[in-house]
């Protein structure tokens, strides 16, 4: 089993900026992507950034130029820089990881709990 696990999330004031840090650990035989999404009230979750393994990056339309997906020092980490905050973005931010648990195992998806983001006005 892969947990994965989110931190950084908290009050920001709009214009402001939050870090968002992810881990995986458990039966990792190598790490495919690793990414965040987010979902708001009444909403459906949405992806923000994803980062793969050879290092390619993918970000929502509405993060780009804000956001920066950078994978950790540690192979199983990975970060979400918020930077100017907005209304817009508030919401639960969710880490997802695709991974294979052995060489010949399928990709598993699995998520985090989730870490809420607020921006006040």
């Known amino acids: 089993q892969v947990q994965v696990v989110e931190s950084g999330g908290g009050l920001v004031q709009a214009g402001g900026s939050l870090r968002l840090s992810c881990a995986a650990t458990g039966t990792i035989f190598r790490i495919n992507a690793m990414g965040w999404y987010r979902q708001a009230p009444r909403k459906q979750r949405e992806l923000v950034a994803v980062?793969?393994?050879?290092?390619?990056?993918n970000y929502a339309n509405s993060v780009k130029g804000r956001f920066t997906i950078s994978r950790g020092n540690a192979e199983n980490m990975v970060y979400l820089q918020m930077n100017s905050l907005n209304s817009e973005d508030a919401a639960v931010y969710y880490c997802?990881?695709?991974?294979?648990?052995?060489?010949?195992?399928?990709?598993?998806?699995?998520w985090g709990q989730g870490t809420q983001v607020t921006v006040s006005s």
């Open positions: 980062v793969a393994n050879g290092g390619l990056t």
């Open positions: 997802n990881v695709k991974s294979l648990r052995t060489s010949r195992s399928i990709e598993w998806s699995d």
